[in-house]
């Protein structure tokens, strides 16, 4: 990931609009920023979230808050609680999130 023509600037998420996202089951709210090609997000999942399909999207992900769990298509598990991230390249390897609790984190993508 190459990030050129950014500027400096400070980001205060409560400020950044809400968006609501349907799982499977629960919901994820996302407060979005883009910067170029970049994407960054700040996601609540709430309690009982499950996401609705397969993702093949790169991510660099920290968990901040809570549980959450990461099912790989190919039956590979992860698990993380606060403090601990996940990374995938694009199109590397389909995977979905769950969570019983719910999990805020701070994804770039």
């Given at each position: 990931m190459r990030m050129n023509d950014i500027p400096f600037e400070a980001t205060d998420w409560a400020s950044v609009e809400?968006?609501?996202?349907?799982?499977?089951?629960?919901?994820?709210?996302?407060?979005?920023?883009?910067?170029?090609?970049?994407?960054?997000?700040?996601?609540?999942?709430?309690?009982?979230?499950?996401?609705?399909?397969?993702?093949?999207?790169?991510?660099?992900?920290?968990?901040?808050?809570?549980?959450?769990?990461?099912?790989?298509?190919d039956g590979r598990?992860?698990?993380?609680?606060?403090?601990m991230s996940y990374q995938v390249a694009d199109d590397a390897e389909p995977h979905r999130s769950f969570t019983a609790a719910g999990a805020k984190l701070f994804i770039v993508d």
């Open positions: 809400r968006t609501e996202h349907k799982g499977e089951t629960g919901v994820a709210y996302w407060r979005t920023r883009n910067f170029g090609d970049i994407r960054v997000r700040m996601v609540e999942y709430s309690p009982g979230y499950r996401a609705d399909h397969w993702c093949a999207k790169g991510h660099i992900l920290l968990c901040l808050e809570g549980e959450l769990h990461i099912e790989l298509q598990t992860s698990h993380l609680k606060p403090g």
